[in-house]
């Protein structure tokens, strides 16, 4: 019923890694989208949890650390399929990835890129005020 693949930042369509119920994909929760405080126009950044057994994979390339940018974002994004339908696009945020060594189980938390505007807020104010950019400028080139 449910997929989820690990795919490549830079090549959406380059699959690197398929998680399905019977690899021991299991307690997929999807948060539902929701407004963002009083704007009717603003929401929060979706979210994806899932746990799977661990792997030789899943141990090199995500709780080694050795491919993720600054700020905890892996170079990995993740899509989650339920019915062979994509329903989750999002980034791995392995600040909340945790590793249960007796049961052998990962726990993923994934974010639509939305969140990527509250990780990295302080940034808007940096490329302003050093390369003198405006914000919707650097808006743009971050896109």
């Given at each position: 019923?449910?997929?989820?693949d ?87 945020d ?50």
């Amino acid at each position: 019923m449910y997929r989820v693949d690990f795919v490549n930042k830079d090549n959406y369509g380059q699959v690197l890694y398929t998680l399905t119920l019977s690899d021991g994909l299991d307690n997929v929760k999807l948060s539902a989208e929701q407004i963002a405080g009083t704007d009717y126009f603003a929401r929060e950044p979706r979210r994806v949890e899932f746990e799977c057994f661990k792997d030789a994979w899943l141990e090199e390339h995500i709780l080694s650390g050795n491919y993720e940018h600054e700020r905890y974002i892996s170079h990995y994004e993740v899509r989650l399929f339920e019915k062979s339908m994509l329903i989750f696009h999002g980034v791995i945020d392995t600040s909340f990835t945790a590793y249960d060594a007796k049961t052998d189980i990962i726990s993923f938390t994934c974010y639509d890129k939305l969140k990527l505007f509250s990780k990295f807020s302080d940034l808007k104010m940096l490329y302003a005020l050093i390369d003198g950019y405006s914000c919707g400028y650097s808006l743009g080139y971050m896109l």
